[in-house]
């Protein structure tokens, strides 16, 4: 059996956010994308820049620093994003990440400013995702969708 090694290439892009009051905590989101005749295939749920998904191809044009200044979609996933943004100290939010990873759903987290994506498979049901985010208080938690792909339920 003669298999050759097909290499991926694999390339993060510097997206610049807009700073105000101090949020976001930063100033450039690293993302990793694949790279095909298609464009740049993201590769994990973002946790600043709105507008994607995991599985989005896009095309990006960069500036003279590299830093991606504009982007526009080639396809769209049918795969959802979702933020969260720990306001205070809730007791379950540990809890609910689980639940939602058992989901099949995959977390990227920044817990030192209390951010977290949730990238949501177009198999899981919106509504399953939203039974579980009924159990956080949202005086503790913030919720937000800024790449809803699903339909709602």
Request: aromatic letters at 8%.
């Amino acid at each position: 059996m003669n298999s050759k090694s097909k290499t991926v290439n694999v390339s993060n892009l510097q997206f610049q956010l807009d700073v105000e009051d101090d949020w976001p905590p930063v100033g450039i989101e690293s993302l990793p994308f694949r790279i095909d005749v298609d464009g740049y295939k993201l590769l994990k749920p973002p946790l600043f820049v709105k507008g994607l998904s995991v599985g989005d191809v896009i095309r990006p044009t960069l500036d003279g620093g590299g830093t991606v200044s504009s982007w526009s979609h080639q396809t769209r996933s049918g795969r959802t994003t979702l933020w969260l943004l720990r306001l205070d100290e809730p007791n379950n939010l540990e809890q609910v990440l689980e639940k939602l990873l058992e989901l099949g759903c995959n977390v990227v987290k920044l817990p030192q400013y209390g951010c977290y994506s949730i990238d949501v498979p177009a198999e899981v049901k919106i509504g399953d995702i939203d039974a579980v985010l009924d159990e956080l208080n949202p005086e503790f938690v913030a919720c937000a969708f800024p790449s809803m792909r699903h339909a709602e339920d």
